[in-house]
Nanobody, 122 residues
Framework: QVQLVESGGGPVQTGGSLRLSCAASGRTFSSYIMGWFRQAPGLEREFVAAISWSGSSTNYADSVKGRFTISRDNAKNTVYLQINSLKPEDTAVYYC???????????????WGQGTQVTVSS
């Protein structure tokens, strides 16, 4: 069992940056693939980024490539999402997720956090 708690969201202006964090409980964090998803009002939740257990492999949605960076610190049981050059369309609740096995191209995850709101104003 893994419990995930996101933080770092908030209001930001267009062009700004935020760093989201996701703290995980459990002693096996380093064995999980970690991902970030987001859900905007009225839309379905969508994949944003994923990172392998070692951090050597990552995957990004086309809409965020070049602006978002996922990373992890296994010693701190934490995964991060650095988001730069924010646009109003990035406004959403951002969720952290963990999955056992597979690779960064899988889109189904086993554990989810409660989410953190990011609101980008123009």
């Amino acid at each position: 069992q893994v419990q995930l708690v996101e933080s770092g969201g908030g209001p930001v202006q267009t062009g700004g940056s935020l760093r989201l964090s996701c703290a995980a409980s459990g002693r096996t964090f380093s064995s999980y693939i970690m991902g970030w998803f987001r859900q905007a009002p009225g839309l379905e939740r969508e994949f944003v980024a994923a990172i392998s257990w070692s951090g050597s492999s990552t995957n990004y949605a086309d809409s965020v490539k070049g602006r978002f960076t996922i990373s992890r610190d296994n010693a701190k049981n934490t995964v991060y999402l650095q988001i730069n050059s924010l646009k109003p369309e990035d406004t959403a609740v951002y969720y952290c997720a963990a999955r056992r096995g597979g690779n960064v191209n899988y889109l189904s995850y086993d554990y989810w956090g409660q989410g953190t709101q990011v609101t980008v104003s123009s």
